[in-house]
Every structure is written in structure tokens, then in C-alpha cells.
């Protein structure tokens, strides 16, 4: 792991540090490149103008690690909200959520029933669900809610697959016997040599080798979501899905809000289904430290505009 990667990584722990980044204006202004803004208002009118240039959303209300009844009780609540105005407003958007804002932290039933709800709203909209992946300390628990979870609401519900730990290629083999909705990315925490493979150019290859495994089982009802910027992936992704004949109902390309943009428009003109992660809300300072670990150049802009007074 690189230097930069792990400082910004150990950054996103730092809860204390919050108060002091959220102040600063420059970071700040970064911030807001990565989240749509902090109301839930905010972030469908985003999903509305993407879904204009013919791209897709999932919606995600940042917050993460909750440590209360109350807090996990009022984020679940505003997923509901979350499903209510995609219905309303008619924006065509799924929603993303993390199980430690749903209080994995405080319990496993606590948590299974706090998203059963939100699940349970999404069936009766004909929407979806995704689960994200979080560290490897929650991989089996949160693997165990979403099998629970398809076991009751079918495909309203999928999970996501981090290509860079090395139980994942398992992990895929059962997902596919399930024939689950699967989000296939590279990986975003800090994980030890032991679970995940170190170097880039390994998690670069096995995202293709679990990619092919999900695409080739598009006929056992397995819907691949391909999430990733990596136009060497992407490119490789378009070719394979054409010689193999793979149907674009069966797949669709994920990237997140305020990255490669471009791309994002170039994906969706050519008639692929493209879905931007669209984060909003107040706690925005883990989910963009992660944002500069994956890409240090993002700095510089913070650098920049400190020197621009
Ligand atoms: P890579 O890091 O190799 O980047 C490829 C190129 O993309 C870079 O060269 C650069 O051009 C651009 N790029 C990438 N990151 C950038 C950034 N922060 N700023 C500017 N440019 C950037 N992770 C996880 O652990 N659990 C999860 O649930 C999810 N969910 C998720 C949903 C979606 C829709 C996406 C796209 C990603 C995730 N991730 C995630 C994050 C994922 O694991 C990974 O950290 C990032 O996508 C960055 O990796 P890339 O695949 O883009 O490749």
C-alpha cells in the first residue's frame, strides 16, 4: 500500500479530525465535487439531470460506524425518505447503504431488522437495494444479512465483492448459485497482506478473472455491476460482453458522482447502462478520505486553493 493511500485511509479513522477538515474550506469545496450536498433535496435533483444525459443513480446517505440505537433508527428512517422521493419524483435511482450505519456495530438482529424495513419498502416500489462492502472485519456478517435478505426479497436486494481480498473468488462461486445482483469493485479500506493481495496489478487481474466468472453466469439470473474507473477494465469489460454475446439487461457499469465524468457520458451514449453512486448528507469526511487514498493527486487541488487564500 502506498504511503499516501494508508495515511488517508488512517485519516478516515481519525473522527477527531473531523471538526477541524469539515471547517476548512478548501477541503470542503473538494469535498463537494465527490458529495451531491447535504439534503436529500440536493441529491435527487443531481439524479434528475444525470437521468437527462441518460445515466442512472444510487443514492447513499453518507454516515458510517454508528454507535447508537437512535442514530442507526434515524438512518434507516431516512432511507425510507430516500425510496419515498425516488418514487414520487419518478427519478429513475436505486439506493446504496452501509450496515454499520445500520448498527452492525451494536447488532446483528438489531441491524438485520433495521434494513429488513428498508428492503421491504424497495420491494413494494419495484426498486432496488444495494448492501456496500466495508472492511474485512464485516465481510461474513454482512455477507450473512444480504443472504438472508435474498432468501425473502429475491434481486430487490444485492451486495457488492471487493476484487481485492483473496476469499472473494469463493465468495463469487455461492453469489452465483444464488443467482445475485453482485457490484464488483476493487476494494476501498486498508487490509492487511494476510487478506487482501497487496499490489495493484494483482487486484487489477483478479477484477477480470471475478468479472468474467459474474458476466459468464449472466444466464443463472447473476446481474453483474461493474464498478470501477479504470478505463483499461472498462475497455476490456465492452469487448468481452460483445464476443460473448452477454445481453445489456444482464450488466451495467457503475462509477461514483464527480469522477470521470467523461467517461460516464461516453459509457451511457453507447448504449450501456450507466449508474452514478450519488453520496449526500453532513458526514461526508470518512467517505472523502477514502476519495483522496484512492487518488493523492486530489490533494494538489486542496494545496492549490490554500494558496490561492
Ligand atoms: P483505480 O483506483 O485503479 O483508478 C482508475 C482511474 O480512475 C484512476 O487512474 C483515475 O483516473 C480514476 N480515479 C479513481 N479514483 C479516483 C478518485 N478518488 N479521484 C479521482 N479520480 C479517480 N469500495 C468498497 O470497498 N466498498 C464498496 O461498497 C464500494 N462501492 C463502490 C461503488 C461504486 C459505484 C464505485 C465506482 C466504487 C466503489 N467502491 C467501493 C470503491 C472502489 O473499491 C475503489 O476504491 C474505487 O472505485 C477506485 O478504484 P477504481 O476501480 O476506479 O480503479
Not at 488517508?8 to 469535498?31: C, Q, V, W
Not at 487482501?196 to 455491476?225: C, Q, W
Not at 447502462?273 to 483522496?292: A, K
Request: glycine content about 6%; charged content about 30%.
Amino acid at each position: 500500500m502506498g504511503l499516501m493511500r494508508g495515511f488517508f485511509i488512517y485519516l478516515s479513522h481519525r473522527r477527531d479530525l473531523e471538526g477541524l477538515f469539515m471547517k476548512f474550506s478548501p477541503t470542503r469545496n473538494l469535498a463537494m465535487r465527490f458529495v451531491a450536498g447535504e439534503k436529500l433535496e440536493d441529491a435527487i435533483r443531481v439524479v434528475a439531470e444525470l437521468n437527462k444525459k441518460g445515466i442512472y443513480g444510487t443514492l447513499d446517505h453518507l454516515g458510517e460506524n454508528v454507535s447508537s440505537r437512535e442514530e442507526a433508527i434515524r438512518a434507516a428512517n431516512e432511507y425510507l425518505r430516500i425510496l419515498d422521493e425516488i418514487e414520487k419524483s419518478g427519478v429513475k435511482s436505486h439506493a446504496s447503504l452501509k450496515l454499520t450505519q445500520m448498527g452492525l456495530d451494536i447488532g446483528f438482529e438489531f441491524c438485520l431488522e433495521n434494513v429488513k424495513k428498508i428492503v421491504e419498502k424497495a420491494a413494494k416500489y419495484n426498486n432496488f437495494v444495494r448492501i456496500d462492502m466495508e472492511d474485512s472485519s464485516y465481510t461474513d456478517r454482512t455477507l450473512e444479512i444480504f443472504y438472508k435478505l435474498h432468501e425473502e426479497f429475491g434481486n430487490h436486494v444485492g451486495i457488492v465483492i471487493q476484487a481485492y481480498l483473496y476469499r472473494s473468488e469463493n465468495d463469487i462461486k455461492d453469489l452465483i448459485k444464488v443467482g445475485a445482483n453482485v457490484r464488483l469493485c476493487k476494494g476501498a479500506y486498508k487490509e492487511p497482506p494476510e487478506v487482501a493481495f497487496p499490489r495493484k496489478k494483482d487486484v487489477d487481474s483478479n477484477y477480470i478473472k471475478l468479472m468474467k466468472m459474474l458476466l459468464d453466469a449472466h444466464e443463472k439470473g447473476v446481474h453483474t455491476a461493474i464498478a470501477t474507473h479504470d478505463e483499461n477494465i472498462i475497455n476490456f469489460a465492452e469487448n468481452y460482453v460483445r464476443s460473448n454475446s452477454i445481453p445489456e439487461g444482464k450488466f451495467e457499469f457503475q462509477m461514483l458522482y464527480g469522477i470521470r465524468r467523461d467517461l460516464q457520458f461516453k459509457l451511457a451514449e453507447r448504449g450501456h447502462t450507466m449508474r452514478v453512486y450519488i453520496p449526500y448528507g453532513t458526514e461526508w469526511y470518512p467517505y472523502f478520505m477514502r476519495r483522496l487514498a484512492e487518488r493523492p493527486a486530489n490533494v494538489f487541488f486542496v494545496v492549490k486553493n490554500l494558496l490561492k487564500g
